[in-house]
């Protein structure tokens, strides 16, 4: 069995800056890409950002761009999403997610953590 578990979501003013971790468990699996997705209340959830797990390429999302950062620690098999300058629409529940063979088909999730960014 393979666990996600996402940490570090919380309450922020605007312009404020949050870290989310999200910590791989359980039986060895392969990762492609390791990605952060967002979901707000009545929208469809959406992508943030990706990561190569392999050799640390990124991509975004054009509404984080230059704001978030997603990041690795392969070794501690942990994904992060630094999240700066956040702003009301960022608000969501903040999922992460394993594509393993990167064909853009996800076939791990976490939990969730939320993620409310005041104004």
């Known amino acids: 069995q393979v666990q996600l578990v996402e940490t570090g979501g919380g309450l922020v003013q605007t312009g404020g800056s949050l870290r989310l971790s999200c910590a791989a468990s359980g039986r060895t699996f392969s990762s492609y890409y390791r990605s952060w997705f967002r979901q707000a209340p009545g929208k469809e959830r959406e992508f943030v950002a990706r990561?190569?797990?392999?050799?640390?390429?990124?991509s975004y999302a054009d509404s984080v761009k230059g704001r978030f950062t997603i990041s690795r620690d392969n070794a501690k098999n942990t994904l992060y999403l630094q999240m700066n300058s956040l702003k009301p629409e960022d608000t969501a529940v903040y999922y992460c997610a394993v594509d393993r063979v990167g064909l853009g088909r996800y076939d791990y999730w976490g939990q969730g953590t939320q993620v409310t960014v005041s104004s």
């Open positions: 990561i190569n797990w392999s050799i640390g390429s990124t």
